[in-house]
């Protein structure tokens, strides 16, 4: 599949691109996809939630009174859940939410993604580049020449550039990302996706069968 390669005013060149088939226009899984955004979302989360139980209150363990004769219920601790600053019943403890997946359901979930760019017309090849000197406002006019001011995009590069990534980094809704470091999550995440043309063959090295 050939693509057009783009510049920085955001205009085609003669250049074109050809795309590996297998990476960027497989049909899509949607199975693989749904199981790693959830376990790229289950490994964010820190699972350091606790709450006290019977057994970690301080209080009395104390009969608070005999079990007949005062015409109410039969009382025991006074940690009972049912009593003000009581124990809580079955509340979260720490754990660890993460989980394994099969390396190649990974690699099929990414390729589904980027498939699915492709067709919404959501992923552009743009020529390599890097600026001078770090500033904001080369990458706004960037983002201005290919009309994603204001849009969530994502930025693959090959390799780091401190440059491009503090020139972009006050920008809200914008991220960059290495090409070895792309996931499924952050490839649906993003409305448009602007992959530069080396990091397109690092991409199709990583995920090739």
């Known amino acids: 599949m050939e693509v057009a390669v783009y510049n920085l005013k955001g205009t085609k060149t003669t250049r074109k691109l050809t795309l590996d088939d297998t990476v960027f226009a497989i049909e899509p899984n949607d199975h693989a996809i749904y ?3 959830k376990q790229h979302l289950a490994n964010q989360r820190q699972g350091t939630h606790s709450t006290k139980e019977k057994s970690v209150i301080s209080g009395s363990t104390k009969k608070l009174h ?18 003000r600053g009581g124990a809580r019943i079955f509340g979260p403890q720490p754990r660890d939410y993460s989980f394994k997946l099969n390396k190649k359901l990974k690699k099929l979930a990414r390729k589904s993604a980027l498939s699915y760019k492709v067709k919404d017309d959501g992923l552009m090849i743009v020529e390599d580049f890097s600026f001078e000197a ?25 390799q780091p550039d401190v440059n491009l990534i ?30 530069t043309e080396s990091s397109v063959k690092e991409i199709e090295k990583i995920h090739q069968n």
Do not use: C, W
């Not at 005999?66 to 009593?83: A, C, V």
């Not at 406002?137 to 969530?152: A, D, P, R, Y």
């Not at 090409?179 to 992959?195: K, M, R």
């Open 35 to 37: 199981l790693d955004v």
């Open 66 to 83: 005999k079990q007949k004769g005062t015409g109410g219920s039969r009382k025991g601790s006074i940690k009972n859940p049912l009593f």
């Open 134 to 158: 770090p500033k904001t406002k080369n990458f706004s006019e960037l983002l201005k020449n290919f009309q994603l001011t204001g849009k969530k995009t994502l930025l693959v590069i090959h």
């Open 166 to 195: 503090l020139s972009s980094r006050n920008l809200k809704r914008v991220k960059i990302l290495m090409a070895s470091d792309l996931n499924t999550y952050e490839i649906l995440d993003a409305n448009n996706l602007l992959i």
